[in-house]
């Protein structure tokens, strides 16, 4: 009873891993979608460069 409830909670790990580290493949993805689309749409500043979106 003992390996079968360990090859169980093995699975149940894996699987949750894996899906933890595909959620977060979508997320690295729109973060970097909207990190690029910074690059295209942000406006110049008043002293006539580009001005940053971000603030670091």
């Known amino acids: 009873m003992v390996p079968l409830l360990l090859v169980l909670l093995l699975v149940l790990v894996l699987f949750g891993a894996g899906f933890a580290l595909k959620v977060l493949w979508w997320i690295a993805l729109i973060v970097l979608v909207l990190w690029l689309l ?8 008043p002293g006539g ?8």
Do not use: D, E, Q
């Open 49 to 56: 460069g580009r001005s940053r979106w971000y603030r670091w």
């Open 38 to 45: 910074g690059f295209v749409t942000r406006g110049s500043a």
